[in-house]
């Protein structure tokens, strides 16, 4: 399994010049070199700057993974010995300067794990390439707008595109997947929701996005949220723009991806002024189902061989069960450590397995009692779909490894039909992955290095669709 390099957002360590040594200046640019992890190269690239009052900042990219600026928290230069810490991600990096100060050669450390690799100077810093990003000057009006939650609790707030001219427009409301994202959905060097902004407007189409409660701009608690939660914020969002004076509130829609692809029928089985639903990669399936298959079809595209995988879908389904059992969160932690000390003692004699630490131990219980994971495990989207009236149009990508094509078209027309919906349309597109890129395999390592942000295909698709049935 490849380590995930997340960025989070922290400040980087100012270190005086005072606390710095002349070799410290001498390593100013860009040094870059490879992890090798289980026959996959992940490039790792660190940036020495120093700041307009002199002081260093180091940060990390991970250009494979669509990470950049990762912040450093502790960088230390004794002779040529150099020691950096990166505690948001729980990674390390030693090694020792050549005599030309042209290349460092260490080792990365990371989830109990120690990678070799070798950073030679680079001439210039790495950039990630996205053709496809929207650029000014636009042909059309952009309002930044804040709104309040549907319990008036804190203030939501996004961008609200409208054509160039004054009118009455119809409006999609776009809906993101799962984690904290913001308006933009950005992820991996991509902003996909601020190119499906773009192209739906330039159609005459208004599109209001926005920052998820807790983050960006918008207020809340993101960490104590479920699923039924972001549904009220996009209520919320629904009941601002029937007050806007260029919105035609019989017109009034969402478009949501992954996670928001459950949010939109929730919504929507209750408030039948919705006038539409697109779903980009929208669960059918249990959160349970999901996870189980996703974690499957993932571990295979990276290499996993299939007794792994089923002992990791053992695992999974035994922690799902004392998550469903046990309410009370110090139960069900408990159970859990006894689960991954047990793994830990089968495979004490296995030179290939390695054991997760206390703190990463701790991090993983911390996830999966969350409220947001309990509620999505057992969280069945049927019973929202089944109460949907409006037009839908529901896609997936054919390489989707997160959110499985088939299984989950079958079991949202299977509740559509079941709920006497018959404007709907499902369709499954070749070649794309849960992001709708272009890909190959589909695996989720593919999405930073995949330059496409959406297939030409899929927009074409959702604004061929809106053309037909919303805006006619």
């Known amino acids: 399994m490849i380590i995930p390099i997340i960025a989070i957002a922290l400040i980087s360590p100012l270190i005086t010049s005072a606390q710095i040594s002349l070799s410290m200046k001498e390593l100013k640019g860009t040094w870059s070199g490879a992890l ?58 030693a090694g020792k300067v050549n005599e030309g100060i042209d290349s460092i050669a260490g080792s990365w450390k990371q989830g109990g794990m120690s990678f070799p690799i070798v950073l030679v100077r680079e001439g210039k810093r790495v950039t990630l390439n996205r053709p496809q990003e929207p650029k000014p000057p636009f042909p059309y009006r952009i309002e930044e707008v804040t709104f309040p939650g ?37 992820l991996v060097g991509h902003k996909p929701f601020l190119l499906l902004a773009d192209y739906l407007t330039r159609q005459g189409i208004a599109v209001l996005r926005y920052d998820d409660r807790g983050v960006a701009m918008s207020k809340g608690d993101f960490k104590s949220a479920t699923s039924f939660d972001f549904a009220t914020d996009a209520e919320a969002a629904l009941d601002f723009l029937k007050h806007h004076p ?102 004490a004699k296995d030179t290939s397995y390695h054991p997760m630490s206390k703190k990463e131990v701790n991090a993983q219980i911390e996830s999966l009692t969350s409220p947001w994971f309990r509620c999505f495990l057992t969280l069945n989207p049927e019973e929202y779909l ?8 529901a896609i997936n990508g054919s390489l989707d490894l997160q959110v499985p094509s088939k299984e989950n078209l079958e079991a949202i027309e299977k509740a559509l039909i079941f709920g006497g919906n018959s404007t709907y349309v499902t369709e499954e597109l070749p070649g794309l992955n849960h992001l709708f890129q272009t890909a190959k395999t589909g695996s989720p390592s593919e999405y930073a290095k995949i330059e496409e942000t959406i297939s030409p295909t899929a927009l074409e698709l959702i604004g061929k669709w809106l053309l037909k049935n919303v805006v006619k």
């Not at 996004?158 to 009118?167: D, F, M, V």
């Not at 209750?270 to 669960?283: S, T």
């Open 150 to 186: 549907t319990k008036g609790e804190f203030d939501l707030a996004g961008t609200l595109t409208l054509p160039e001219n004054k009118g009455h427009y119809p409006v999609a409301i776009l809906l993101s997947g799962s984690g904290p994202q913001n308006r933009n959905e950005e």
């Open 36 to 93: 090798k992890i289980q026959g996959k190269q992940l490039r790792l690239v660190m940036n020495v700057m120093f700041s307009e009052t002199d002081s260093l900042i180091v940060t990390f990219d991970s250009p494979d993974q669509g990470v950049l600026d990762l912040p450093t928290s502790k960088v230390v230069l004794e002779e040529r010995l150099l020691d950096i810490s990166a505690d948001a991600i729980g990674g390390s990096f």
């Open 246 to 347: 260029e919105i035609d509130t019989t017109r009034i829609g969402f478009i949501g991806h992954s996670e928001g692809g459950i949010l939109a029928p929730i919504v929507a089985s209750y408030r039948k002024d919705v006038a539409f639903i697109i779903l980009m990669a929208g669960p059918g399936l249990t959160g349970e189902q999901i996870l189980l298959l996703q974690s499957a079809l993932i571990s295979k595209s990276e290499g996993a061989d299939e007794s792994a995988i089923k002992i990791n879908e053992k695992l999974s389904k035994d922690i799902y069960s004392i998550l469903k059992k046990n309410r009370d969160n110090t139960r069900a932690a408990e159970k859990i450590r006894l689960l991954f000390a047990d793994l830990d003692k089968k495979n």
């Open 386 to 393: 089944s109460k949907v009236t409006c037009p839908l149009l």
